[in-house]
């Protein structure tokens, strides 16, 4: 089973850093697919990063690419993420999912975390 809880949000100035992490109490994730997705205060959705569970590629929206670097544990069952140089557009609340084995589309998902960024 997977079971995600979240840490790491907060409020930053523009052109802060940020590191959200995630952990999975039901123990490594092996080789599932992993998300970041944020959703904006308009309630819209957006797939912030993905990472493959075969080999770990790791694709970034247009919007955080260069700026956000999304990483994972396996054997600990921890994945991160990396945000430089923020900007207020960045503010959402950001989740991390996990998929179930053998698929490729977020099924479980953490409580969120607030991320604020002021200008």
């Known amino acids: 089973q997977v079971q995600l809880v979240q840490s790491g949000g907060g409020l930053v100035q523009a052109g802060g850093s940020l590191r959200l992490s995630c952990a999975n109490s039901g123990g490594s994730f092996g080789s599932r697919w992993l998300y970041w997705i944020r959703q904006f205060a308009g309630q819209e959705r957006e797939y912030v990063a993905q990472i493959r569970g075969s080999d770990g590629l790791t694709t970034y929206a247009d919007s955080v690419v260069n700026r956000f670097t999304a990483s994972r544990d396996n054997a600990k069952g921890a994945m991160f993420l990396q945000m430089n140089s923020l900007k207020p557009e960045d503010t959402a609340v950001y989740y991390c999912?996990?998929?179930?084995?053998?698929?490729?589309?977020?099924?479980?998902w953490g409580q969120g975390t607030q991320v604020t960024v002021s200008s």
């Open positions: 999912a996990a998929a179930t084995r053998g698929r490729s589309s977020p099924d479980f």
